[in-house]
């Protein structure tokens, strides 16, 4: 029987998540496990499978936060080059699961294929982004979706297509699969009209939302058609500090951390937004962002 002692040489024990993650918080992970071939992330999710151990996924880190006690089994990050490939042929791209989002972007870009561009300032990996469906007002990554290669929990390699796929508002029907690559149909544009869109968005974006802070994009989803960043900016709560971390005064549905916050601060500041959202709007905030 294997066992993941058969991993050593891509395995790290006790690694502190913190510095793969956006708001650079949270404890460590028991394994962090990055396999560098397919053959190889497939022996991993077998043995976890065959020793019970739960896997948890980590893409760009930029939609997590991880508790400060970090987490028990094996969190596995596949992002070694042989998954981060990107490749273009006619109006189809093709991108590994570990590839970032904003390289497959400007590549599509570049080579005058429209649609990716709506995607921008959006940070993280493919694989991320496909399984949260991530977008924003102007699209999300869901609708240019053609087929998709993954591993089931068994470790057994499926290709999911069509009326396999499903995507809603930052969700999809992949959540229990380990993601290797995807397939992308665009449309031919011009790529100057393409990068005058892309830089238009680019702009209201960092207008509005906090980037260059550390954070983890949007705490909350957006209820069906309201706001949770003015629902909490009406609930007062804009600027609001625990510890060190604070509800971004550009835009309430960000938290920053500042230097020396820990989890249990942002923790806490998401429960207090809860709680006065929902006091005084009657609404009930669904996280966006996963936490570990
Ligand atoms: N607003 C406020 N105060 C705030 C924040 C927003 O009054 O503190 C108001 C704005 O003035 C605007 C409205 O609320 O009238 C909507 O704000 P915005 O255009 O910033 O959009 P959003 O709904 O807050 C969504 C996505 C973002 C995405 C932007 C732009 C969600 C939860 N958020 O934000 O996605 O970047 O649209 O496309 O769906 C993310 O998912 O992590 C994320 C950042």
């Known amino acids: 029987m294997s066992s993941l ?53 980590l893409g760009g880190g930029s939609n997590l936060l991880v508790r400060d006690e970090g987490v028990s089994g094996v969190v596995l990050r596949v992002c070694h080059d042989s998954f981060s490939q990107i490749t273009i042929e006619g109006t189809r791209a093709k991108a590994g699961a570990g590839a970032l989002l904003s390289n497959l972007m400007s590549q599509t870009v570049k080579a005058g294929l429209a649609g990716m561009e709506t995607l921008v300032g959006i940070p993280g990996t493919v694989g991320g982004a496909l399984i949260g469906n991530a977008g924003g007002r102007g699209g999300d990554i869901g609708q240019f979706v053609e087929s998709v290669t993954a591993l089931t929990q068994n470790g057994d390699l499926v290709t999911r297509a ?82 060190n971390a604070e509800i971004s005064d550009r835009h309430a549905n960000f938290i920053v951390a500042h230097p020396g916050a820990t989890s249990q601060d942002v923790l806490r500041l998401i429960d207090l937004a809860r709680s006065k959202v929902s006091e005084q709007f009657g609404v009930d905030l669904e996280l966006e962002i996963k936490i570990w």
Not at 29 to 46: G, H, K
């Open 5 to 57: 002692a058969d991993f050593s040489e891509i395995t790290l024990r006790d690694e502190a998540l913190a510095p793969y993650c956006w708001m650079k918080l949270g404890g460590p992970a028991q394994y962090l496990i990055q396999p560098r071939t397919l053959d190889e992330l497939i022996r991993v999710v077998q043995t976890c499978r065959e020793v019970d151990i739960p896997i948890r996924l």
């Open 162 to 243: 069509e009326d396999e796929l499903s995507f809603a508002y930052r969700s999809s029907n992949l959540d229990d699969l380990i993601l290797i690559d995807a397939s992308f149909e665009l449309q031919k544009d011009d790529p100057e009209e393409i990068t005058r869109r892309m830089r238009k968005l680019w702009i209201t974006k960092k207008a509005t939302q906090p980037y260059s802070f550390q954070s983890a994009g949007c705490i909350f989803k957006n209820p069906r058609g309201m706001s949770a960043g003015l629902l909490v900016d009406q609930a007062g709560l804009k600027g609001t500090r625990i510890g």
